[in-house]
């Protein structure tokens, strides 16, 4: 499993930087991503990145979210700046395309404003 971290309770506008860790078999995986699934809405990616850093966002997100990694230490980041209500949700890492059996527990990302 990847296991998510760093979330928390902001008020509008503020900012969290959540961390992933998974094993070196997981991160074998060159592309890792960040996911959300909101309270009565399916889950969704809404960052990217390459091995070698590439990255892609959602639309929602972009300017405001930026992912990063460490292939060294096997882990992934993502700065979240700017939050607004709408990116209340639980956040979860995985690869892409998302594997079952690497869903952890995610970590709840509350707006408040």
């Known amino acids: 499993q990847l296991q998510a971290s760093g979330g928390g309770l902001v008020h509008t506008g503020g900012s969290l930087r959540l961390s992933c860790a998974g094993s070196?078999?997981?991160?074998?995986?060159?592309?890792m991503g960040w996911y959300r699934q909101a309270p009565g809405k399916q889950r969704e990616r809404v960052a990217s990145?390459?091995?070698?850093?590439?990255?892609e966002y959602a639309d929602s997100v972009k300017g405001r979210f930026t992912i990063s990694r460490d292939n060294s230490a096997n882990m992934v980041y993502l700065q979240m700046n700017n939050l607004k209500s709408e990116d209340t949700a639980v956040y979860y890492c995985?690869?892409?395309?998302?594997?079952?059996?690497?869903w952890g527990q995610g970590t709840q990302v509350t707006v408040s404003s």
């Open positions: 995985n690869v892409v395309p998302s594997r079952t059996e690497y």
């Open positions: 070196l078999s997981i991160f074998r995986f060159k592309l």
């Open positions: 990145i390459t091995g070698l850093g590439h990255t």
